[in-house]
C-alpha cells in the first residue's frame, strides 16, 4: 500500500501552542522550529543526520555508539511489524490476532560505528493466567534496561487505555519515542487532535506518527534512535542479528501458522516445542510437538483424518525453507499437557520468566 503523502503533514499547519513536540526539533533562536518534510521527486527528504554531508564527522569515526531500543505497547498495536521493519529482517512474528508475541525478541542492527539492539515485547495485558504474567514480566522488564523506549499506539486504541503502565513510562529514566501507528487509517485532523491529546499524557516524549505496514516514517525513526544511542562499545559480536536460537525462530514460525489456521481459544492454549533439529549442508530434520491443554484441543489441532495439522505442516515448512534458506524435513506431533499455562515447571522449560 502506498501512502499519500500529502495528505499527511507534519508538522500540521498551524501550531497549538507551540508546544507539541514534533519529531525532529531543531532549537533556534530560542524557539522550536520544525524541520518539515520537503518532497522531490515524489520521495521524502529528510534532514540528514549531523555529520552525514560528506560521510561521519572525524570525531564520530572514533566513537562507537549501541544502545538497547525496546518497543513497548499495547496488543496488536503493530510492535513486531514496526520491529521487522527497523531491523530489515522477519525477526518476529506476525498476526492480526493479539497476544502474537509471547517473548522478549532481540534485533540486531550493525554498522562499522554503531549496533543497535531492537527488543520486541509482547502487549501489555492484564494477565488471567501466569503465561500472561510471564508475558507482562517480559514487557515491564523492558521499561528498566532501555536506552531508549519506543512506545507504540495507533490511531485506533483509546489513549487513556492501561493508564497503570503509561505512568510506569511516565517515570522512565530514558528518551521516549511516542509512535503512533496505523495512520493510514484515519485523516489529517483527527491525528492532529490525537497527537495533542498524547502529549498531554507524556509530555516529555517525541512524538512521531507512522504506517509501518507501509514503512511511511520508518526513517526518522531510525535516525532520531542513532542521535539518542549512547557512547558505548558493543553488547554481542558485531555479525549477530539476534540472541535467539534457531530452535526458537521454529517454535515462533509454527506457532504463527497455529494462529494464523485455527480459531477462538485453540491458538492460545498451544505452545510449540523442538524436539530434534539436526542439520546438515543440504536439509534440516526437524520434530517439534504442539503442546495444547484439553484431548478436545488435540483434535481440533490435528483435524479430520489428519488434514489440518497437515495443513498448517505444509505453510510452516514452507516459510522455514525461505528463513534457513534450506530444504526442511518437518515432522509435528500433538501433545496434551493439562494447564500448562499455569505450570511453573512447563513455563521455565520454555523460557519463560515466571520471576518478574
Known sequence: MIMDNSQFSYPPSEETGGSLNYLPLEETGGSLNYLPLEEAGGSLNYPPLEGAGGGPSAQFAKQH???????????NVGKSTLMNRLVG??????????????????????????QIVYSDTPGVI?????????????????????????????????????????QKVRQA??????????????????????????????????????????SFNIEPIRKRVVELLPDSPPYFEKDALTDRPARFF??????????????????YATEVLVEMFDESAEKIHIKAVIMVERDTQKGIIIGHQGQALKKVGTMARKDLELFFEKKIFLEMFVKVEKDWRNRDNMLKALGYDING
Not at 555508539?65 to 499495547?74: D, E, L, M, R, T
Not at 488471567?128 to 499506539?153: G, I, P, W
Not at 495512520?183 to 502529549?199: A, C, M, P, R, Y
Request: charge should be negative; aromatic fraction near 6%.
Open 65 to 75: 555508539k549501541s544502545g538497547f531500543v525496546n518497543i513497548i505497547g499495547n496488543p
Open 89 to 114: 529482517e522477519r525477526i518476529s512474528i506476525i498476526t492480526a490476532k493479539a497476544q502474537t508475541t509471547r517473548h522478549r525478541i532481540l534485533g540486531i542492527v550493525n554498522t562499522d560505528d554503531m
Open 126 to 166: 492484564q494477565p488471567n493466567y501466569k503465561l500472561q504474567q510471564s508475558m507482562l514480566n517480559f514487557s515491564q522488564s523492558a521499561l528498566n534496561d532501555a536506552d531508549v523506549l519506543l512506545y507504540v499506539t495507533d490511531t485506533v486504541e483509546k489513549c487513556t487505555k492501561n493508564e497503570e503502565f503509561l
Open 173 to 214: 529514566q530514558c528518551p521516549v519515542l511516542l509512535l503512533i501507528n496505523k495512520i493510514d487509517l484515519t485523516d489529517q485532523s483527527k491525528l492532529e487532535q490525537l497527537v495533542e491529546q498524547w502529549h498531554e499524557l507524556l509530555p516529555d516524549a517525541e512524538i512521531i506518527p507512522l504506517s509501518a505496514l507501509s
Open 250 to 267: 521454529v517454535t515462533e514460525i509454527i506457532r504463527e501458522k497455529i494462529l494464523l489456521y485455527y480459531q477462538k481459544e485453540i491458538p
